[in-house]
């Protein structure tokens, strides 16, 4: 059950958000003035974001869409067979592609047909959309209204059966077998969180270590439970992710909600321990060390201590070793289960 809890919390703050369209809708101009009978215009997902209460003032700066796209420096290769384009040519070439999105289920496959079908209830375009698959796993969302675009890519994160769809802006020169995805939007919870922390300036900077902070739940801003705060930001995926923040006097825990593929090595998104480079060269060097001339194994030389000792000196460094290797077992590891955490949807049964 408690797993469940957030994602009805969310849905409450929807249906918060949905009554807040309603009601401006429905609001009439006194008897007394003449007026002519309009429609009113629906609210822009920009206009949801800046009358939120859950969104961070830092993140409500959304960014407009530009064509200005920074090429990289390169120099053609001397040969006839290269080709290149002026920037004003590039500019045209691009311009179809200004409300484009690129997306990438995170540890699973699906089929293309479905996924489209999935993004289509997900974001209810009031616009065209179209899903292009490009392989490798990847997907353009090219989208024909800029709140259509916006809503997709600052509104996540958004997930295709329990697994993240990451989502970022489309770029230039993208070939999915080359360019990784630099970042996602995840929930994190902070357990057991002291309660004058739930301030919102609070925890903006508490979160701002861990990632780039965008909102709260409704429950964390309402303080309706207080189990943990939980809080939804942008990750940089480059980077191993963040266990622990020291809040005041004590370390504050991290937990990252529905990742499925988490390196228990080097701590980074995206593949798992046995897939991992880091994880591969250090076992590597290992190996050649323990082949060594020089080298001697730990059970050699604790042998060669404990014949120089006395008994009841030997029996103190063992119970010493005993419980070094507790201490160790305790603080080894700093990414492993206990990092990660499951929100699961409640299943409807007909």
């Known amino acids: 059950m408690d797993d469940e809890q957030p994602l009805i919390e969310d849905n409450h703050s929807l249906a918060q958000t949905n009554s807040m369209v309603k009601a401006m809708s429905q609001i009439t101009p006194p008897h007394n003035v003449s007026t002519i009978q309009t429609n009113p215009a629906p609210l822009s997902f920009r206009d949801v974001v800046d009358g939120s209460t859950l969104w961070f003032n830092e993140a409500k700066k959304i960014k407009d869409t530009t064509l200005e796209w920074e090429d990289p420096p390169c120099e053609p290769p001397n040969s006839t067979s290269s080709v290149t384009f002026t920037k004003p040519i590039l500019d045209k070439l691009r311009e179809p592609w200004k409300l ?5 289920c995170l540890g699973i496959y699906v089929r293309p047909s479905f996924l489209t079908q999935r993004v289509r209830i997900m974001w209810r ?3 065209n959309l179209e899903v292009i698959d490009l392989g490798n796993n990847v997907y353009l969302f090219r989208f024909s209204l800029a709140d259509d675009y916006e809503k997709a890519l600052l509104g996540e994160p958004w997930f295709i059966l329990d697994h993240y769809l990451m989502i970022t802006k489309w770029k230039p020169n993208f070939r999915p077998s080359t360019n990784p995805f630099e970042s996602m939007t995840v929930w994190i919870r902070f357990p057991e969180l002291p309660v004058e922390y739930y301030d919102k300036q609070a925890l903006f900077e508490i979160a701002k270590v861990v990632g780039n902070p965008i909102r709260v739940d409704y ?3 309402n303080l309706t439970r207080a189990r943990y705060a939980r809080v939804c930001l942008d990750l940089d995926l480059s980077k191993s992710l963040v266990t622990s923040v020291w809040v005041v006097s004590q370390w504050q825990r991290v937990e990252y909600e529905n990742i499925h593929s988490l390196c228990f090595s080097c701590g980074k998104i995206g ?11 250090a076992s590597q060097d290992k190996i050649h060390a323990d082949h060594s001339p020089n080298a001697t194994s730990s059970s050699t030389i604790q042998a060669l201590t404990l014949q120089t000792v006395l008994p009841n000196q030997a029996s103190h460094i063992s119970t010493h070793g005993e419980n070094a290797s507790a201490e160790k077992n305790e603080t080894q590891g700093e990414y492993g289960p206990w990092t990660l955490v499951t ?3 409640k299943h409807k049964t007909k």
């Not at 484009?100 to 990438?104: A, V």
């Not at 593949?271 to 060269?281: L, M, N, T, V």
């Open 100 to 104: 484009t999105l690129m997306g990438k």
């Open 125 to 127: 375009p009031k616009g």
């Open 219 to 221: 429950a964390t801003n």
């Open 271 to 281: 593949h798992s321990k046995e897939k991992c480079g880091s994880a591969i060269s």
């Open 343 to 345: 929100n699961k949807k």
